[in-house]
């Protein structure tokens, strides 16, 4: 007799143990630091760090490796001196376009500085500071879709180039999305395209990357998707 009270208060205990751990987690919060080479969080409803990042490094260097430098070295003045480099094209980077089912909030603006970070790394180009760019298009008071305009790009251009901000190419980005549904599991394609426009010639051209993401709505429905592919 006394075994069995001696259990069921145990079990009591228990069971008073795990109520008071939940009721004392609710309204905390914790937090980490991930350093290098920890596993990265993954958005469990909507696209982060995991789904953009790969995206903006695919896209960036497939579409500018297709523009290296011309090849015409420019000389120091003088006898024996060793050949210049060509000098870097401008580009001018005007902003993303969010047309994905997403609100990417913050994202937004992390996405711009990746970009323009890439761009930065490349050989062959250097892009014109975003608080020039940002400026000149106040000044006109247009959206990045509206330099299409007959006579709103060459206005555009000549802003910048008072500015001591002349460029060769814009760059435009547009983030979209497609989703499969599948019962209460989802599948959402991320798309990133890439436009870039020589103002010298009109030339343009395209570059997209793509990601695949599924949303499941269990642990156990994620791990059947997962057996599944295998």
Known sequence: ???????????SIVVLMVAMAILGCRGNQYA????????????????????FAPLVDEAVAKLLARHPHQQIPVQYAGTGAEPLPPPKSSICFVGIENCTAEEIGDFKAQLYELIDSKIAECDSFTSVNRRWVDAGLKELRVKPEELF??????????VMQKQGQPFQYLLFAKLTSG??????????????????????????????????????H?????????????
């Open 149 to 158: 305009i007959p006579g709103r790009m060459q206005t555009f251009i000549d």
């Open 32 to 51: 980490r630091i991930i350093q290098p080479g920890d596993k990265q969080m993954m958005g469990s409803h909507q696209a982060g760090q995991e789904t």
């Open 1 to 11: 007799m006394r075994d069995r009270v001696s259990r069921a208060a145990a079990g």
């Open 218 to 230: 269990s642990w156990t429905s994620r791990a059947r998707s997962t057996l599944g592919s295998k």
């Open 179 to 216: 989703t499969t549904r599948e019962n209460k599991d989802y599948q959402r394609d991320y798309l990133l395209t890439l436009e870039l426009v020589d103002i010298r010639t009109g030339a343009q051209d395209k570059q997209s990357a793509t990601l695949s993401k599924g949303y499941h």
